[in-house]
């Protein structure tokens, strides 16, 4: 656990704050802001751990978690982990998160399965849209933010298995 100071690099937190990568492994993704968070990638090393550096780069401070995925991380299955914890902390008070958090998750556990389907990709877009603009809290405003920042960053990953 690490309490660091605004202005550092994310890279500098990574590398010589908190160690770097197991030796042999490379960076596959950096999860910030939490699991409402949205995902960094190599490029996004050098941005400068602020709100407003970290806004310019499409990235939440969130939480304050940065979470570190080596390549020989599933995230697949760490998404599906999220959507897991997303619908079951959802209340169930509106109807948006209620059951789009448990569609999210219907949707990632079958990605982690490999059993994804055609259309899974345009519905987890749909599902986080609807999430983001009609829940009435900011649980359900943001329980799609890693899944919707996943998708941008890895399409491939969210293609029906065949």
Not at 86 to 111: M, N, V, W
Not at 119 to 127: C, K
């Amino acid at each position: 656990l690490y309490e660091v100071a605004f202005g550092i690099s994310l890279r500098r937190l990574l590398f010589d704050l908190a160690g770097g990568l197991r030796s042999g492994r490379k960076l596959q993704a950096v999860l910030m802001g939490g699991a409402a968070g949205a995902f960094a990638i190599e490029k996004d090393l050098e941005v400068i751990l602020s709100f407003e550096s970290l806004s310019a780069a499409g990235l939440p401070l969130g939480s304050g978690a940065v979470m570190v995925f080596d390549d020989s991380a599933d995230l697949r299955a760490v998404l599906e982990r999220l959507g897991h914890f997303f619908a079951d902390e959802s209340c169930g008070k509106c109807y948006p998160c209620q059951l789009g958090t448990q569609r999210q998750h219907e949707i990632l556990r079958r990605g982690s399965e490999k059993n994804s389907l055609a259309g899974d990709r345009e519905r987890l877009a749909d599902i986080g849209a609807t999430m983001i603009d009609a829940s009435l809290c900011g649980l359900g405003q943001t329980a799609g933010t890693a899944v919707l920042s996943a998708m941008k960053l890895w399409p491939e990953m969210f293609d029906a298995q065949k």
